[in-house]
């Protein structure tokens, strides 16, 4: 039988391709995200096999209910998609407003929700967490410094519930995400970026990801240079970057 994947953050963008792509694979669909008229235009379009549910990460005990209230609709969740994000590029707006938003969406929405899925997990004895990281988590910078260190946090939060999933008697898988930039309304109209992937493209490759439980994916594969890349740079050259 195939799986029940919920994908928080599925109203546009990546999470709302990969919803497309999981379900053009045969998955029940849970989308969730605060644009509704979004959601309700997904299900129509996937017409089957597809629940939709409203929620703010940021609204910390509600996203939980949120979650709960889908995971009852569908009969239930295998796989758990942490994919809702905001960007500061460029640093559009400076200032403490914006990177403590950054940080209630990328850091602190996504741990609530990480810690839920473990624990559902644990208690269910099966499940997959899967977090949309980013190639930035790999790297402090200037032009979007909030949004790289929350990236940071998601890999090294992730990094260490794997660890704890192996020493569960519970069956976890949890895969860290990591494309590089991507069309999607966060890099629409911005300057200077390169190797833009198409967002159906990275759909697919992330759903493979998924697929084969993959700790850690690049996508699309070629941004796997870019990782390598950066980490050969020593901080005294890159600070001077
Ligand atoms: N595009 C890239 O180049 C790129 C590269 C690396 C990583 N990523 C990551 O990929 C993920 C998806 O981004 P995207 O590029 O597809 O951008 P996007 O089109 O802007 O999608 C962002 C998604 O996050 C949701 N979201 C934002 N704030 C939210 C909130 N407060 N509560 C619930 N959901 C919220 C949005 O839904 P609503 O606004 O409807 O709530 C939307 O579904 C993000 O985690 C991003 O960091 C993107």
Redesign the pocket.
Known sequence: MKKKVAI??????????LAVEMHNRGYTVGA????LE??EELRNQLKTNTYIQY????DLDD?ISQLDQLKKDMGGLDIIVL?????NYQQESVGREPDLHVI???VR?FANLGSYAFNLFEEQGHGHIVG?????GLFGWGLNIP?NAS?SFVNTYLQGYRQKANHSDADIAVSTI??????????EGKKD?FW?QP?KKAAKQIAEAIEKQKNEAY?TKRWRLVGWFVKLIPNWAWNRM
């Open positions: 928080i953050g599925a109203t546009s963008g990546i999470g709302r391709a969730t995200g605060r644009r979004r959601l929620m703010d990460v940021t996203a994919n809702s994000g905001v960007s209630d969406v990328n929405g949309i990281s980013s190639v930035a949004y990236k990591m494309p590089g930039f991507v069309e999607s309304e966060m890099t970026l833009v967002t996508i």
